[in-house]
């Protein structure tokens, strides 16, 4: 054959082009193998173009026959199509005429994907060699082991950015950790809060703060403590509370309480105790220990809810005469003086362990403090205020009293935040409350009516009065016959604003049946609350004799 015919040279360069572009799409895997030795592809003259006749005739002497580098070879792909094959490259063994394979590429003819088989039409088996579809698995193998090596190489670096992930998150913890600490050591009051339970036990400070060299304030508070002890008390309550059962049957439990109180008066009939009211409301009986451990048993003689304020009384003569000679009365300061920054000593029995004492220092002054609905003007101190310091004392350090100890802002989050009512504002109040006389229920003064309060947030909501509604009014009452009506918010009683209804209640029962006592409402006429004050005189209570005073209004 000439090489006119073949083109050779230019097949060559076109062969080679094949090759490289079959070397990339099997993923770079070089077709360099020699494929001789295996059986060759029987040729035929009616299916190969290109040939002439005498080279055709003299190659059909010999069982097999090699082709030439470039050659082209077309073949009917039994659809009217012929598809053109362009042979591999000689073995090195063709110049001793040994037989060689080769891959095929489809230059044009059917669609991609379909086998050399398809594309030939000789069905018989005719010994046609399949080297090259073993070849191309191999190729594939080779392909896929190489995307299994690029599998596993990502998984690599997978591993190696979570390790180094995990590396520096240790770091970075340790890291912060360390900074955690160096800041806490500066800043103590800005670390985490960690509460434990105390065994009741405390120890007095002594030493000597100085400031600026000029101002020295003297710490030991041995002085103060041994001063103020004996006017402080613990205050034991018990409470009879009464369930039904899932049948309704009723029974009684019994539960205890406790607090603190300060002695703040003493006559040839009473000894008179401060408290918190919320420590001794609903509380039958109440007992007080002294600080030589002696108890004795208290009644209520007055109670402002509102003001979060009591006094209770003890029978004189129900105290040994040792006791009377260790106690004292409460030296009353001026809270309207202090300042803030000033230390602050709180005393009382906390956790019912016993008289205890905490220092701190006076944080903030007037404090608003919302609590069950009202408002509370507050003095705010870091001197822990625990269970049980209700009713104690808030001192200065010239051992008088600044302060009633009230509330704990009690959150995990906060700590170092309890207040005091502040003992000007609560003087007043326990003046008229130790003035007050201890009355029976068929003593007690009766108004006649139904109440509902008017909170904060009510009045604020429909641009009402702040005080008590009355919803309904008793015919025949005391405020009927004074001409009070549904509808009208009453703000006073006598002197005494009066924001709640069990506020009103106990003014109201703090006078004897018969007493004329001055009533002050708001009345909405035509959109606007005009003021109108009433004179009216209390009536007993017709259902004192049922005991109905817990009733909501029926003791009003």
């Known amino acids: 054959m000439s090489d006119e015919f073949f083109g050779r040279e230019n097949d060559q360069k076109e062969a080679a082009d094949i090759d490289s572009r079959m070397k990339d799409a099997i993923s770079g895997t070089p077709v360099s193998e020699n494929l001789s030795g295996q059986e060759s592809i029987p040729r035929d003259d009616e299916h190969f173009a290109g040939a002439d006749t005498e080279n055709h005739k003299s190659e059909e002497a010999n069982s097999t026959q090699g082709f030439t580098s470039g050659s082209e070879a077309t073949a009917n792909n039994g659809d009217g199509q012929n598809s053109i094959y362009r042979l591999s490259k000689p073995s090195a063994n063709e110049e001793n005429g040994s ?13 991609m994907g379909q086998t050399y088989e398809d594309y030939n039409q000789f ?39 979570v390790g180094a992930a995990v590396i520096f998150g240790l770091v970075a913890g340790l890291v ?7 800041y806490y050591k500066i800043n103590p009051d800005a670390a985490p809060v960690k509460f434990s339970l105390g065994d009741g036990s405390y120890k007095l400070l ?49 539960s205890e309480g406790g607090g603190s109180g300060i002695i703040v008066g003493k006559n040839d009939k009473e000894l008179l105790i401060a408290t918190n009211n919320h420590v001794v409301e609903g509380a039958d009986p109440i007992k007080v220990k002294f600080i030589d451990g002696t108890e004795a048993e208290a009644i209520i003689k007055g109670t402002d809810s509102v003001a979060d304020l009591a006094v209770v009384s003890i029978d004189i003569t129900k105290i040994k005469a040792d006791t009377l000679n260790k106690i004292s009365i409460a030296k009353l300061g001026d809270s309207n003086s202090v300042k803030v920054g000033e230390m602050a000593v709180a005393i009382g029995n906390a956790l019912g362990y016993g008289q205890s004492t905490t220092v701190g ?7 608003e403090v919302k609590v069950d609905d009202k408002t509370m003007v507050l003095l705010q101190t870091d001197a822990a205020i625990n269970p049980g ?9 010239k051992g008088e009293v600044i302060g009633i100890n009230t509330v704990k802002y009690a959150s995990d989050e906060v700590e170092g935040m309890g207040f005091a009512i502040p003992i000007s504002r609560a003087t007043p109040i326990i003046d008229e409350l130790m003035s007050r006389e201890v009355l029976t229920e068929k003593e007690k003064g009766y108004l006649g009516v139904y109440p509902e309060d008017v909170t904060e947030d009510i009045a604020t909501m429909y641009n009402w009065p702040v005080g008590v509604f009355v919803k309904q009014v008793i015919t025949g009452g ?47 006429e035509n959109g606007k609350f005009t003021e109108k004050t009433f004179n009216v005189t209390l009536t007993a209570n017709p259902e004192s004799n049922t005991n109905s005073n817990t009733t909501p209004g029926t003791n009003k």
Request: charged letters at 25%.
């Open 99 to 111: 037989s060689y394979s080769f891959w095929a590429e489809q230059v044009s003819g059917p669609r």
């Open 478 to 524: 005391s405020a009927d016959k004074a001409g009070i009506v549904a509808g009208d918010i009453i703000t006073k009683i006598n002197d005494t604003e009066i924001t709640a209804s069990t506020q009103l209640r106990e003014k109201v029962n703090s006078y004897r049946a018969g007493t004329k006592i001055t009533v002050t409402v708001k009345r909405n």
């Open 389 to 397: 310091n209700s009713g104690g004392a808030l001192l200065n350090l």
């Open 361 to 367: 220092y006076i944080s903030a002054k007037d404090r």
């Open 176 to 182: 912060f950790t360390g900074f955690n600490q160096a």
């Open 206 to 254: 002594s030493s000597t703060a100085v400031t600026d060299g000029n101002i020295t304030q003297k710490t030991d508070l041995t002085d103060v403590i041994d001063k103020t002890m004996p006017s402080i008390v613990q205050i034991t309550t018990t409470y009879n509370q009464t369930y039904n059962d899932w049948f309704g049957q009723e029974y009684n439990q019994q």
């Open 123 to 161: 069905k018989e088996s005719r010994g046609v060699d399949t080297s090259a579809a073993s070849y191309y698995q191999k190729a594939e193998e080779a392909r896929l082991a190489g995307k299994e090596k690029k599998k596993d190489g990502f998984f690599k670096k997978a591993g190696k950015l």
